[in-house]
Every structure is written in C-alpha cells, then in structure tokens.
C-alpha cells in the first residue's frame, strides 16, 4: 500500500468558512466566519486520503484581497512547500477572485509540488452545498502524483481547472467555474483523470519567485463603455504604473480616450488593451496602432488576470514595453 501523503491545508476564508442561519441560505449567509479545522473536521473521510496539518493564515472573503495578501498566500506557500515532508498544499479561498490568486501562485512559485486553491459556491451549511465534496476533490488532486508540475490547479464542481485559464463566470451557481478551453480534467469518486495539460510556462519555468517578490506595482483595470469621462485616464496614471484597458470587444477604445491614453501612455504609464468580453484574443495593431502608440495587447486573457501578469512583468522590465508584451504570449 502506498504511503498517505501530507498535505498541508492553508485557510483564509470565503463562503467554504461560511455559516447561513438556515439551510435555504444558499446566497445569503455570513462568510469567513468557519475555522479551517472546523471545516476539515466536517468531513471525517478526507482522513482516510491523506495525512492533513491545518493552518490559518487568513479568515476574509476574497473580495478584499488585495496586492499583499497575494505576497502573504504565496509566501507562505512556499515555505510550506520547501519542507520535505509536504506533498502538497491547498489554500481554501473565496470564489470570487481566486482565480487571481491562483494565477499569482502559478506564475510565482519554484515548485513541482501540487497546489490546489479550492472554495465553494454554498456554504458547508447550506443544502446541497458543494463546499465538502469541492475540498474532498481538492484533497484527492493534491495527493495524486499526475498532478505534480501543472501548476496551480483550481477544482471544482467536480473538474480540475489550470489556474490560467479558470474564471467565475456565474455569481450563484455551483457550475460557476470555467476555462475558455475547457477543464484539464475531472475528479470522479476521488480520483483525479486528467485528458490535457497546461501548455504556457509556469512555476519552475518562470522568471519570478514569490520569495523575492517584496512588493508590486500598482495597476488598474478601467472598464470601457462609450461614456467613459477621460478624466478618468488621468486619474489613473496619476496613481498607477499599469492600466489594464476593458475595452469592448476586441479591446475596442471610444474615440475621445485613445487621445488621453496615448498621452498618459508617453508619460510612461503601461496600457494593456484587454476585452471586457473576458475571452477570446485581442489582436495587435487590428482595431488600433499599437507600436504606434506604445500599447501593450493582452493575448487572450481576462482583465482581472492580465492585472495579475503585468505587476510581475513590471517587475522584471519596468520600462521595456516589448518585453511585457512578450509577456503576454508566453505566459
Ligand atoms: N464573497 C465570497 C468570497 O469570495 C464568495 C465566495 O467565497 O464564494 O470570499
């Protein structure tokens, strides 16, 4: 018989900590009120799949996570993974931006050690909630060796997701994760089955290490839509080294913003153009001169994670513009 694995489950919060007063509250309830031993202790069979230390790092909804405690999570993630004796990791996370954090941890740690970030769409106290089963499957991935070097995973609703790709794409339903080229696998009766594989770099094959990381570069999302004031460019750059541009479609500009982002861009401010669609690929110099204008394109990926590389990319090549744009098509 194989030997059970240590896995070291992280908590810091979400609806998979949360409490409603009655079994109806599926959407309404207190979040991040559950400890992670509490959770865990819910689920007496998650001990028969591996040998599980559990900590606290943090007990909030995800909808305050903000640059450090992204440093915090991947700090302290690391230090986990660098003990011998720990197989994996998970983190439970809130939904609504672990996808960010997930991809933090995918482009920021040096290991090969499976790191699964879980969370559920209804709390442990809700009927039909799928916050035991989703860390269950959580659990079952980490322990498994053919999830060694993919990266950071995000299971649920009984798939495996690359931290890449995965976004919430439903404010209440248990199908609420997706990836625009579908799962990497499944979870069935506890047992992962994976049928693709990440193809982009990502963890030992890229050029950033959480441990290093001390601080990132302030950048924000604007959200396009035709009456957008251009003041708000200006507001923008004043503050920040990075602007991640929603445009519509494909990383459309109204008429009168393309004047004061060309302007904000040539006093030295990153502007990534970037779909408010949340999918498909924004192509370069198509609706707009991007080597004109010194515009960065986003590829393929969402706002809220294109946020996420463009700090890391600042931080290797603050003012290289080719460089963050290659960035985008490697990552
Ligand atoms: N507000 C919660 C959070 O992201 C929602 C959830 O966990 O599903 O922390």
Redesign the pocket.
């Known amino acids: 018989m194989r030997k059970k694995a240590n896995i070291v489950v992280i908590g810091t ?4 900590a ?1 409490r409603g007063e009655t079994a109806s509250n599926t959407s309404a309830y207190a ?2 009120v559950l400890t992670i031993d509490r959770i865990l202790a819910a689920i007496p069979e998650v001990s028969s799949l591996a040998n599980l230390r559990a900590e606290q790092l943090m007990q ?4 305050n996570f903000n640059n450090e405690h992204l440093l915090k999570i991947g700090k302290r993630v690391s230090e986990v993974l660098k003990d011998n004796d720990v197989d994996g990791v998970i983190v439970t ?6 996808e960010e954090t997930a991809y933090f941890l995918h482009l920021t740690l040096k290991s090969v050690k499976p790191v699964v970030v879980v ?3 209804r709390p442990p106290s809700a009927m039909s909630s799928d916050a035991s089963l989703n860390l269950y499957d959580a659990i079952a991935v980490a322990i498994a060796p053919a999830s060694r070097g993919k990266g950071t995973l995000v299971v649920a609703n009984n798939e495996i997701h690359t931290a890449r790709d995965v976004m919430k794409t439903n404010s209440f339903k248990l199908e609420a994760f997706r990836s625009p080229y579908g799962a990497l696998g499944y979870v069935a009766e506890g047992e992962p089955r994976y049928y693709r594989m990440p193809s982009r770099d990502h963890t030992v094959l890229t050029e950033w290490s959480i441990d290093r990381i001390e601080i990132l570069p302030k950048v924000d999302i604007v959200y396009a839509y035709g009456a957008l004031g251009e003041e708000v460019i200006g507001t923008v750059a004043s503050e920040a080294n990075g602007l991640i541009y929603a445009g519509t479609g494909n990383g459309n500009v109204a008429e009168h913003i393309v004047g004061p982002l060309v302007a904000a861009t040539r006093q030295g401010l990153h502007v990534v153009r970037a779909s408010r669609t949340g999918n498909g690929v924004v192509i370069r110099n198509g609706t707009q001169p991007d080597d004109d204008y010194g515009w960065i394109v986003v590829d393929d990926q969402a706002p809220q994670k294109a946020r996420i590389l463009l700090m890391l990319a600042m931080l290797s090549n603050p003012d290289k513009r080719c460089a963050l744009q290659a960035a985008f098509y490697r990552y």
């Open positions: 919060g979400g609806t998979i949360g979040c991040s909030t909804g995800s909808e996370h809130g939904t609504d931006t672990i969370g559920s769409m």
